[in-house]
C-alpha cells in the first residue's frame, strides 16, 4: 500500500461508483473489498497507477468541488470521450474543463495542449489561451490553438 492514498466518501454507492471509474480508464482495476454485515464497506481500485480507496460511509459529507480529479489527456477525442462518460447519467457540466459526475465526485479534464500553451514565455499568447479557457465547460483543443494563433475563437 502506498504511504498516501486518497480516499472518497459515498453514501451507499462506493462500489458502483469504483466499477464505474475502472471501466473508463485502461490501466484500471478494482484490487479488493472490506465487508462488514454482509455489505461492502470500502473498495479499494487503481486508475491508471494511483490506488483510492472508496467508503460506503452514509450521508453525513457529501463530495465537493474542494477535491478532484485531475486528467492529463492529449487528444480532443480523449476529452470528448470522458466529457460523455462523466456526464452521462445524471453528471453535470461545469466550467474551464471541470464537470461533476453522477455519483458527485468533480473532474477536472484537461487536455496538454493547455498547459503547454498556457505556459508560453510569451504573455499574449498565454492569456489568449487563458481567456478562450475561461468561456468554454468542456475544453476544445483547436479554440485554444485559434487563440494561441491570435485568431478569433
Request: zero cysteines; glycine letters at 8%; charged letters at 20%.
Given at each position: 500500500m502506498p504511504k498516501i492514498?486518497?480516499?472518497?466518501?459515498?453514501?451507499n454507492n462506493a462500489e458502483d461508483a469504483a466499477k464505474f471509474y475502472t471501466s473508463l480508464f485502461k490501466n484500471s482495476k478494482i484490487l479488493s473489498q472490506l465487508r462488514?454485515?454482509?455489505?461492502?464497506?470500502?473498495?479499494?481500485?487503481?486508475?491508471?497507477?494511483?490506488?483510492?480507496?472508496?467508503?460506503?460511509?452514509?450521508?453525513?459529507?457529501?463530495?465537493?468541488?474542494?477535491?478532484?480529479m485531475f486528467v492529463n489527456v492529449d487528444t480532443q477525442e480523449e476529452v470528448d470521450?470522458?466529457?460523455?462518460?462523466?456526464t452521462a447519467d445524471g453528471g453535470a457540466e461545469s466550467r474551464c474543463g471541470w464537470?461533476?459526475?453522477?455519483?458527485g465526485?468533480?473532474?477536472?479534464?484537461?487536455?496538454?495542449?493547455?498547459?503547454?500553451?498556457?505556459?508560453d514565455p510569451d504573455p499574449e499568447k498565454a492569456n489568449a489561451v487563458f481567456q478562450a479557457m475561461m468561456k468554454?465547460?468542456?475544453?476544445?483543443i483547436a479554440d485554444l490553438e485559434k487563440a494561441y494563433q491570435g485568431k478569433a475563437a
Open positions: 492514498t486518497p480516499f472518497l466518501w459515498y453514501d462488514a454485515g454482509g455489505k461492502v464497506q470500502t473498495v479499494t481500485f487503481e486508475l491508471e497507477g494511483q490506488k483510492f480507496i472508496a467508503l460506503n460511509g452514509g450521508p453525513h459529507f457529501q463530495l465537493n468541488e474542494s477535491f478532484s470521450e470522458l466529457w460523455q462518460k462523466l464537470l461533476k459526475d453522477k455519483f465526485l468533480s473532474w477536472q479534464i484537461i487536455p496538454n495542449a493547455l498547459m503547454q500553451k498556457m505556459s468554454m465547460n468542456k475544453i476544445i
